[in-house]
């Protein structure tokens, strides 16, 4: 095909496709405006690709055109930070104040010790209290028994427990290399 007629052709396909298209960026940019201007850039890319056509399903290779200028608006998206605008926060009282320190103290003291547990007693703490897995999805993730992710979860919560109150302060080795 000829320069023009490969310039009708794309001109033609994204015109009868301009609505799929647009909707398939929208969907996966979710903002009208990116989705326009990926469109405006697949049909640029079609332009300068149409000689690569090598026939079959037209809206297809339009599409999946349009689909490969999204992700690269995406994957710019996560190399960029985003900014947003927020409205200023009210001034605080010293009450909520003094609250929000004691809650950010408190979390820092947990996750402190949550780091100190050794590593298997924590990963499973975590799998458990942070992302709600189930015992058989912990099991499966780490490559372990059931029993063994009970136990796990029970010594963990043990220790936690006693780092945070404040421990006896004398563990004989066999606790310590057991995590009791």
Request: hydrophobic share 45%; aromatic share 4%; proline share 3%.
């Amino acid at each position: 095909m000829s320069p023009s007629a490969n310039a009708a052709f794309v001109a033609d396909l994204a015109q009868r496709h301009l609505d799929a298209a647009y909707n398939l960026g929208r969907w996966l940019l979710g903002n009208d405006q990116d989705a326009a201007d990926a469109v405006h850039d697949a049909f640029v890319r079609a332009l300068r690709a149409a000689h690569t056509y090598a026939g079959g399903n037209a809206r297809a290779w339009w599409l999946a055109i349009v689909r490969n200028s999204c992700l690269a608006v995406l994957a710019t998206r996560k190399r960029q930070p985003a900014l947003r605008l927020v409205d200023a926060p009210e001034p605080a009282d010293d009450d909520e104040v003094e609250a929000n320190a004691a809650a950010a103290q408190a979390q820092s003291r947990l996750a402190r010790h949550l780091r100190a547990l050794p590593v298997e007693f924590r990963e499973a703490l975590l799998l458990r209290e942070i992302e709600d897995l189930s015992y058989r999805e912990i099991a499966d993730a780490l490559g372990v028994p059931i029993g063994t992710v009970m136990s796990r979860l029970s010594r963990g919560r043990a220790l936690l427990q006693r780092s945070l109150s404040g421990g006896s302060g004398t563990q004989t080795a066999l606790e310590t290399k057991h995590g009791l």
